[in-house]
């Protein structure tokens, strides 16, 4: 049985080109010989005209890896622009935006107005009404299209840092969330510890489960409770890294009322060294987690970046400090921003509340007024300095959740305890979001910090969301690297190009019940490729990769196909009139699959991308 499914075409969309995929089975896929042949891919002209030998002068088909000129490095930058009720708007030009890099004003090269979901909801729309077509020398059987996956969500539990309490409200809330789930949706649970993991699936019996498996995972043995003073991350920052006298000041007071005291009322060791020991063990304790955390926050970009579709990671924390760690998050921030990934945070603390001294499992500080031996000559600690303390610790756990949605265009929800609203208004995309790309000139790889601004220079109202700015590269990749992460961009994105003149179509041939052949052909109308001509022949190279995902997007296999063309004038205009088609074939089991095909020139510097969609029975 043999069946032609032809995709529908897609809104062209924004591609940057820099993404660093963690998918090292694709790469094993790209061989580097260059006399190697490729298995199960041809490239011929198309059966109205007479074959060409590949193995001749003017056309060969061969693996390579792809060497394309490399452009010069864009600092991305996502925007939502939001109106006092809260809502994104959609109808800003590029000519409103203005960008500062160092307060310097930049020249804005690229420019991107998205609307997730309305380009693959067209796709398959499309891809439905042209289900029914079939190649002309075979017999095919009409079936309805398979329901792609448009809109993949990674929920990530911060399970190194939540307690037990508030992990355990946000839990049911995500799963009366999940329970929601519609067929065009696919939803992943990490962790921060990494030891509760679901990977992109719509069974919803398998998440809920995931779900009643998560419990708090702290990963540091290292811990003040029941100690005296007890010394937060927070204040533990203060003391080592920024050296502040008056956090010192406050918790040597502590260490001196809880440690032994001589007949004068005068401590026996030295308060400062005191604090300032414990303090250096609950920075090192805190620093650990939070690069954990970030590690697997980078971890799960870089999963949901792979996923053909609309992309969210929603991240439920009580947030964490992350001194001295800008590089890292911004990095993160940038790789998300690139990929099209938006970061959305929730606030697992919901409503939050200081309670003045700390609560019950706490040793409370001794303050004035209460009752004080007469001869303890300790000084104490005022009451208001522990309120203000606590009130700035928990701020700045918050601040990186705020950065990571800021920074990606997402919603930070916080200071609510409606946790049922929160995830479902964190699944979904902004309505609107602008990409605004620039070239930073003489950017120098020192990785020094780059603060940005974004500004509107209309009269509207609006609040913008956007990155707070970026760290320049340590070293600039080489031109191969970079060229290899553009197709590797593309192949995992959700947009489609149409630069060249490619067309795909998709065959698949069962050889049993339980065994298939699927083909992908990639038609090139080669006559309108911009060609060099060297030594009276018309030269370009071709490169075709191939990528199969499973029905909930997940990465199957990817093959790459490069093709040499030295052509002959003739050869171009008569032989090859209706072009070529470069074929590549999967050994795959009945089942739902999506296709990706990317194909590029290395004359023209064009890239083409299209989708397909086939259903095997």
């Known amino acids: 049985m043999r069946q032609l499914i032809t995709p529908g075409s897609m809104a062209k969309g924004f591609s940057s080109g820099f993404r660093w995929f963690a998918v090292l089975a694709l790469l094993s896929l790209f061989p580097y010989s260059q006399q190697a042949r490729a298995q199960n891919v041809s490239a011929t002209p198309s059966a109205a005209k007479p074959e060409i030998n590949q193995d001749s002068a003017e056309l060969a088909s061969q693996d390579e890896p792809a060497r394309f000129q490399a452009s010069a490095r864009l600092v991305v930058v996502r925007v939502v622009a939001r109106d006092s009720q809260g809502r994104a708007i959609g109808n800003l030009r590029k000519e409103d935006f203005e960008v500062f890099d160092k307060g310097k004003l930049q020249t804005i090269t690229q420019f991107e107005v998205e609307q997730p979901g309305s380009a693959l909801a067209k796709t398959g729309a499309t891809a439905e009404g042209n289900s029914g077509s079939a190649s002309n020398d075979t017999s095919a059987t009409?079936?309805?299209?398979?329901?792609?996956?448009?809109?993949?969500?990674?929920?990530?539990?911060?399970?190194?840092?939540?307690?037990?309490?508030?992990?355990?409200?946000?839990?049911?809330?995500?799963?009366?969330?999940?329970?929601?789930?519609?067929?065009?949706?696919?939803?992943?649970?990490?962790?921060?510890?990494?030891?509760?993991?679901?990977?992109?699936?719509?069974?919803?019996?398998?998440?809920?489960?995931?779900?009643?498996?998560?419990?708090?995972?702290?990963?540091?043995?290292?811990?003040?409770?029941?100690?005296?003073p007890e010394i937060s991350f927070y204040e533990a920052d203060l003391i080592v890294n920024k050296r502040d006298p008056d956090a010192l000041q406050a918790a040597a007071i502590e260490a001196a009322q809880c440690g032994p005291v001589g007949r004068a009322g005068i401590p026996l060791v030295d308060p400062a060294m005191t604090a300032t020991n414990q303090a250096v063990g609950v920075l090192s304790a805190g620093e650990h987690e939070s690069h954990v955390s970030l590690d697997s926050l980078n971890a799960v970009v870089r999963r949901v970046s792979q996923m053909p579709g609309q992309r969210t990671v929603v991240l439920a924390s009580p947030g964490f400090l992350t001194p001295d760690m800008e590089y890292q998050y911004n990095d993160i921030i940038d790789h998300a921003v690139r990929s099209q990934v938006v970061i959305n945070s929730l606030d697992a603390r919901g409503l939050y509340v200081i309670i003045p001294f700390g609560d019950a499992s706490h040793n409370p500080p001794v303050v004035p007024g209460d009752s004080v031996p007469p001869k303890l000559a300790v000084p104490q600690p005022p009451a208001i300095s522990i309120t203000l303390m606590q009130t700035a610790a928990a701020e700045a756990d918050a601040d990186l959740l705020a950065v990571l949605a800021d920074g990606t265009g997402g919603m930070f929800f916080h200071n609510n305890n409606d946790f049922n609203e929160g995830f479902r208004r964190l699944a979904e995309t902004p309505e609107y979001s602008y990409i605004l790309g620039f070239v930073p000139q003489n950017l120098k790889p020192d990785g020094s910090f780059h603060a940005l601004k974004v500004k509107l220079n209309n009269s509207q109202k609006l609040t913008l969301q956007a990155r707070r700015g970026y760290y320049a590269p340590k070293k600039f990749a080489d031109a191969d690297e970079q060229a290899k992460q553009e197709i590797e961009d593309e192949m995992f994105s959700q947009e489609e190009l149409h630069n060249l003149p490619v067309t795909l179509h998709t065959q698949f041939f069962k050889a049993s019940d339980q065994d298939a052949k699927l083909s992908v052909l990639a038609h090139v109308d080669v006559r309108q490729l911009h060609f060099r001509k060297a030594e009276g022949r018309n030269q370009n190279v071709l490169t075709c990769v191939s990528a199969l995902f499973n029905r909930n997007g997940n990465f199957l296999e990817g093959k790459q196909k490069i093709v040499t063309m030295h052509l002959k004038d003739d050869t171009l205009e008569h032989k090859l009139a209706s072009g070529i088609t470069l074929k590549t074939n999967f050994d795959v089991k009945p089942g739902s699959y999506l296709v990706r095909l990317v194909v590029r020139d290395a004359e023209g510097q064009m890239m083409s991308a299209e989708n397909g969609a086939v259903e095997i029975r």
């Open 142 to 228: 009409a079936a309805p299209a398979p329901v792609i996956p448009q809109h993949f969500v990674a929920y990530l539990f911060d399970d190194v840092h939540l307690q037990f309490g508030d992990l355990a409200r946000v839990r049911e809330a995500a799963e009366r969330h999940l329970a929601t789930l519609q067929p065009a949706d696919r939803a992943a649970i990490f962790t921060t510890s990494g030891l509760t993991t679901l990977d992109f699936t719509d069974d919803k019996s398998k998440l809920c489960e995931t779900l009643i498996a998560l419990h708090p995972h702290p990963i540091s043995s290292y811990t003040t409770t029941g100690t005296c």
